[in-house]
């Protein structure tokens, strides 16, 4: 069983950056995608971007210019570098690792961004 493990969240003002960490257990290259997602109170998670094992990445319209994706392979971890926040960027933020038949969820990191 593969545990993802959140961390990074904080409360940050606005226009300020943080970086969210996922790490998982086991291999991050046996996943054919990574990626974050976001849940706000009382919305529905949604994606907020993803990286392929090719390398392949892709953003919500909300966040493109402002947040980044990356990986570590040797660390097994994955990264959301986030920029430029704002309030609306509050949620708690997911980490999902993905193959063709499975998928597994982190338990999330707090992001709270004050104005």
């Known amino acids: 069983q593969v545990q993802l493990v959140e961390s990074g969240g904080d409360l940050v003002q606005a226009g300020g950056s943080l970086r969210l960490s996922c790490a998982a257990s086991g291999s991050i290259s046996s996943f054919n995608t990574m990626a974050w997602y976001r849940q706000a109170p009382g919305k529905q998670r949604e994606l907020v971007a993803a990286l392929t094992r090719a390398g392949i990445s892709n953003y919500a319209d909300s966040v493109k210019g402002r947040f980044a994706i990356s990986r570590n392979n040797a660390r097994n971890t994955v990264y959301l570098q986030m920029s430029s926040l704002k309030p609306e960027d509050t949620a708690l933020y997911y980490c999902?690792?993905?193959?063709?038949?499975?998928?597994?969820w982190g338990q999330g990191t707090q992001v709270t961004v004050s104005s």
């Open positions: 999902k690792g993905e193959r063709v038949f499975s998928s597994y």
